[in-house]
Every structure is written in C-alpha cells, then in structure tokens.
C-alpha cells in the first residue's frame, strides 16, 4: 500500500469513528456528559504525548517505543484535532443555540481555545499530509508546525481558567520542562 493509498484509508477511519461518536452525543439522553470529559482526556493526552515525541526522542535516542510512536505523529496529531472537535461539539449541543456558542467566544474561559488553539489544530490536522509537506517546502512546513506551541499554551490557559490547575501543573509542568531542556541543550542533543 502506497503512502498516498494509507492517508485515505487513514482519513476514511477517522470520518466513520467521528460519525459514531456524533450520532452518539446527539442519542445521548445524558447531554454527553461522558463523551465531552472522554473526549477533553483524549484530547490532552494525545497532545502532551505528541509534543513529548521530539524532546524524548532527543533526550533518548535508544529508546525503540519512542521511535516506533513517532512513525505515528499524523495520527496522533489528528486525533489531539478530532478529540478536541468532539469536546467542542458536545459543548456546542449543549448550548443549545449556534449564536450562544459563537458568544462563549468573548468568555475568557473559552477564549484561548476557540480563537487560538481551535484554528491551530484545524490548520494543522490539514496540513498533516505528505502532500502538505511537499507543497509547502519542508521548511515551511515545519515553521508552520512549530504554531502547535501556541495552542499548547491556549490550552494550558484553558485547563486553568476552569478549575483544572492541577491537572494543567501535573500533566503540562513535566512536558514544558522536558520542552525546555530539549531546547538549552539544541546543541547537544542529536
Ligand atoms: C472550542 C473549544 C473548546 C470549548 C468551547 C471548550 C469548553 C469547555 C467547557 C465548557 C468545559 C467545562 C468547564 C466547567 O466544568 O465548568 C471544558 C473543560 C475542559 N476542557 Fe475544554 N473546550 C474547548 C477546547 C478544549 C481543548 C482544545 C482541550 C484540550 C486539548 C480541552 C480540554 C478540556 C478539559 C481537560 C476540561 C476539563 C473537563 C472536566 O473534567 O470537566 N478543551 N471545556
């Protein structure tokens, strides 16, 4: 199978298991309480896991998981877009209106991630192809890739701004601090 042949399928798998979880939160008599706490978890884990693969990878570069994970940074990187979309929808149903989702824009709750960590991850998850990388000229690619830093802390902002400090130190604490070492020692690491 080509790697061309491998995104469709990849994307096909993506859509049928978005449409599930969809049809899912509009069933569901709960308000889609459990799928809009699942699906924030997803969301940060899949994106402390893929913003930890290059630190790691630099810090340890025999160690085989990490390099096996890291053939999978598209994936990972869809899913980060995919949970976050899903935690967002329930939120949006939950609402009730378009006009009083669009509103929770001005709320400084939901500023960071809906006008900065939201698009990013759009933008991102489309342009996470090899067509992308192509198109764009690797350089460029990954200039663009490095926004991904941003909406880390949009979603930091996010986590603190609703009552999850705690959660925000112990899950991104560690992961900025390995961030941070990766880049003092650029030079020494390979
Ligand atoms: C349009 C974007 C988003 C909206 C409108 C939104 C909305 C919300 C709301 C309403 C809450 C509940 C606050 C409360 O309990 O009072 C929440 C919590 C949370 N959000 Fe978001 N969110 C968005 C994006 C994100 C993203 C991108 C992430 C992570 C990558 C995320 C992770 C979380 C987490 C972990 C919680 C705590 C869940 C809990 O225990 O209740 N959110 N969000």
């Not at 198109?135 to 999850?164: D, P, Q, T």
Request: with cysteine; hydrophobic share 50%; proline share 3%.
């Amino acid at each position: 199978m080509s790697n061309y042949d491998e995104e469709i399928c990849g994307m096909v798998n993506y859509a049928l298991l978005f449409s599930v979880m969809l049809v899912s939160i509009l069933w569901d008599p709960n308000h889609s309480r459990w799928q809009f706490k699942y699906s924030a978890y997803s969301a940060v884990g899949f994106l402390c896991l893929i913003l930890s693969l290059n630190p790691l990878k630099a810090m340890f570069p025999r160690w085989i998981l990490i390099h096996r994970l890291n053939r999978h940074r598209q994936e990972i990187g869809v899913s980060v877009f995919s949970y976050a979309m899903i935690h967002a929808l329930c939120f949006a149903i939950g609402s009730g209106s378009i006009s009083r989702w669009l509103s929770a824009a001005n709320n400084p709750r939901f500023m960071s991630v809906m006008l900065v960590s939201m698009p990013i991850f759009c933008i991102l998850a489309i342009t996470s192809t090899q067509f992308s990388k192509i198109k764009l000229g690797f350089k460029n690619w990954k200039r663009l890739h490095r926004l991904v830093y941003l909406a880390e802390a949009g979603v930091i902002v996010h986590l603190g701004m609703n009552g999850k400090s705690m959660l925000a130190l112990m899950v991104f604490l560690p992961l900025v601090l390995v961030q941070l070492f990766r880049v003092a020692n650029r030079d020494n690491l390979q």
